[in-house]
């Protein structure tokens, strides 16, 4: 899995909002933070202001803030506001090769190999809030089991 750079700069955006404690932050103020481009932040801030997930307010006292508690947004929401997922359904269809439709539809092993990495990437970042990352509490999980091998594809 690749996380992209406005995937990673973005969610680091709502942490710095998160910190912010209810409070507004400018795109300045962000850009500052993080060490990016008043344009970028501005970007990223228009990308998850569409999703819901931050709400913008004008003159002197605006700027942006989370449109809900940090412990209501999941990671998962905020990467697909983004950049979406890593594996979607539609990738199919939309590269079949030189042919009107995928030769291994509808029993694919590969694409039954990413729906199972989907659900399991999509199983983490569901349950990882924002107050999560703002405020850890408790130590990582344990690492997944090393045999990862193509069995799950019975399962």
Not at 58 to 66: D, F, I
Not at 69 to 75: A, R
Request: charged letters at 25%; a positive charge.
């Amino acid at each position: 899995m690749k996380i992209s750079a406005q995937e990673e700069y973005g969610i680091r955006c709502l942490l710095q909002l998160g910190k912010a404690r209810g409070g507004s932050l400018t795109i300045s103020e962000i850009a500052r933070a993080e060490g990016l481009s008043r344009e970028y932040v501005a970007k990223l801030m228009r990308l998850l202001r569409r999703a819901g997930l931050v709400q913008s307010a004008r003159g002197q006292a605006g700027g942006y803030k989370l449109s809900r508690p940090l412990e209501e947004i999941s990671v998962a929401e905020a990467l697909a506001a983004l950049g979406g997922k890593l594996w979607d359904p539609a990738f199919c269809r939309q590269h079949p090769g030189l042919r009107a439709s995928c030769s291994h539809t509808p029993d694919c092993n590969v694409q039954r190999l990413w729906r199972r990495v989907q659900n399991a990437v999509d199983g983490v970042l569901d349950r990882v809030s924002l107050k999560d990352l703002v405020e850890p509490s408790a130590p990582d999980p344990a690492p997944p089991p090393r045999d990862i091998g193509l069995h799950i594809l019975t399962r």
